[in-house]
Nanobody, 124 residues
């Protein structure tokens, strides 16, 4: 079973950039589709985007447009979430999740493996 650990969260100012990492252990992350979700305070968890085993990406409707970019380095067993031009409304707990699906599921229930999450706070 693969285990996921997120890192890179913290407190930043609006307009800053932040890169989150999702490091896998236990099994090669290359065997999984990986997604990022976030949960803002008091709100539902939402799909940020995901990446296939070969590196194709798809993003949730609110994240299309280029501020957020997902990439992966299978050799490092890591998936990244690059976030640019951060806004206060990006404040959330960001979690990565892995699935054995072929395509990228957009629903959290379709992911059986989750990291513990990392907090991102954006001050305005």
């Amino acid at each position: 079973q693969v285990e996921l650990v997120e890192s890179g969260g913290g407190l930043v100012q609006a307009g800053d950039s932040l890169s989150l990492s999702c490091l896998a252990s236990g099994r090669p992350l290359s065997a999984y589709v990986v997604a990022w979700f976030r949960q803002p305070p008091g709100k539902e968890r939402e799909f940020v985007g995901g990446i296939t085993r070969r590196g194709s990406t798809t993003y949730g409707g609110d994240f299309v447009g280029g501020r957020f970019t997902i990439s992966r380095e299978n050799a490092k067993n890591t998936v990244y979430l690059q976030m640019n031009s951060l806004k206060s409304e990006d404040t959330a707990v960001y979690s990565c999740a892995a699935s054995v699906a072929v395509l990228i599921p957009t629903k959290a229930n379709d992911y059986g493996i989750w990291g513990q999450g990392t907090q991102v706070r954006v001050s305005s």
